[in-house]
């Protein structure tokens, strides 16, 4: 009995080295100390002995019972130390700091808060939102859009070009996403670009080398200018107020054919003419024009059969009149006066 005890004894040191979590504690409580335990067994097998020899294995077993209880006992306040350390840990604080909730909270910047605007807009008409890369090749800013090496509507775009590397650029409109988006997704199509575009440009109240723009792209059999002007009075009227009138103006951009320059009607003075619109009654607001044929071979797509028109807002532009900011340098400084304004 005494030798069942000692091997009863080594397993449970064996056993006992493993636990690592309660679960694994308990269970070796209830296999070595629990009413149909181990030693509960043996010291049941206790009463068949003579009496000098019983007191000798009742001794044993207490023995072996109280160490295996200081064991548990030990390994119970290890695992709760363990715990408390994980709590500590989870819950830590840095108590130098000066005052706790100091920092207020935040909002979304007013360009942010404008483009999320327009893109629920449009996201109800149908459009799909669209991203592309800011570094971008040549070809598609350029080339793909109409716009070859030798073509003066380069000089009207101040480039970043990259240092070292060959035909790599800093995207100076959104445009890009327009050939991209085609070859990805074929017609019929419907899609608004949202981003930030950089130009070498010498800084003013009206000039900044990063801005924001939203450009659009719809291609399908059948579109005509008159898709294109009912889609921008739309959001025209979504922006500025119901009684907002559009008008469209020739002008030349490289990847449409025809091309306009759109205005809106005045939102501070209703087309009566005042400081804003320098008294002419209107705002310009966004450049647009049915895509060039070029620009939609570029795109995997035959002009022969399919059509379509483009638009694009000055996202910065838009902000800059919503809000009567007069100096663009606000948008892009980081300043939290300004910031917190909106």
Same mark, same amino acid.
């Given at each position: 009995?005494?030798? *069942? ?7 449970? #040191?064996? %056993? ?28 049941? %097998? ?14 044993? #077993? ?9 064991? &548990?006992?030990? +390994?119970?306040?290890?695992?709760? #130390? ?30 942010? *808060?404008?483009? %999320? ?39 009207? *775009?101040?480039?970043?070009? +990259? ?14 996403? %327009? ?31 990063? &801005? ?131």
């Amino acid at each position: 009995m005494k030798k *069942q005890l000692d091997e009863l004894q080594e397993a449970f #040191a064996k %056993q006992v080295e493993k636990i690592t979590d309660r679960e694994e504690l308990e269970r070796l409580k209830t296999e070595f100390l629990g009413r149909k335990g181990k030693l509960k067994d043996l010291m049941q %097998q206790m009463a068949g002995l003579a009496d000098e020899e019983r007191k000798l294995i009742g001794k044993r #077993a207490n023995e072996v019972k109280e160490a295996i209880e200081q064991s &548990f006992s030990e +390994i119970e306040n290890r695992l709760s #130390a363990s715990e408390r350390e994980g709590a500590m840990e989870r819950e830590w604080i840095d108590v130098t700091q000066p005052v706790l909730g100091a920092v207020g909270k935040g909002s979304l910047h007013p360009v942010t *808060q404008v483009q %999320q605007d327009l893109e629920d807009l449009f996201s109800s008409m149908g459009f799909v939102i669209a991203d592309g890369p800011e570094l971008e090749s040549d070809f598609y800013n350029f080339t793909a859009l109409n716009i070859p090496p030798t073509h003066p509507a380069r000089d009207m *775009q101040d480039t970043f070009y +990259i240092e070292g590397q060959t035909n790599v650029v800093m995207r100076t409109h959104t445009s890009p996403v %327009q050939v991209r988006s085609m070859r990805k997704w074929g017609t019929p199509l419907r899609v608004v670009v949202p981003g930030r575009c950089f130009r070498n440009e010498a800084t003013d109240v009206r000039h900044e080398h990063t &801005f924001h723009q939203l450009e659009g792209l719809v291609v399908d059999k059948g579109i005509s200018m008159a898709d294109m002007k009912g889609v921008l009075e739309t959001v025209a009227q979504h922006l500025y107020g119901k009684d907002t009138r559009v008008r469209l103006r020739p002008k030349f951009y490289p990847f449409v054919e025809p091309g306009v320059n759109g205005e809106v009607t005045c939102f501070l003075c209703k087309g009566e003419g005042c400081r804003l619109c320098k008294k002419t009654g209107w705002l310009e607001v966004f450049g647009a024009g049915m895509v060039h044929p070029n620009v939609l071979r570029e795109g995997g797509i035959d002009p022969d059969v399919y059509s379509g028109f483009a638009f694009g807002f000055g996202l910065t532009r838009l902000v800059m009149l919503k809000y009567g900011i007069d100096d663009i340098r606000h948008l892009e400084s980081g300043d939290l006066r300004f910031l917190k304004q909106f």
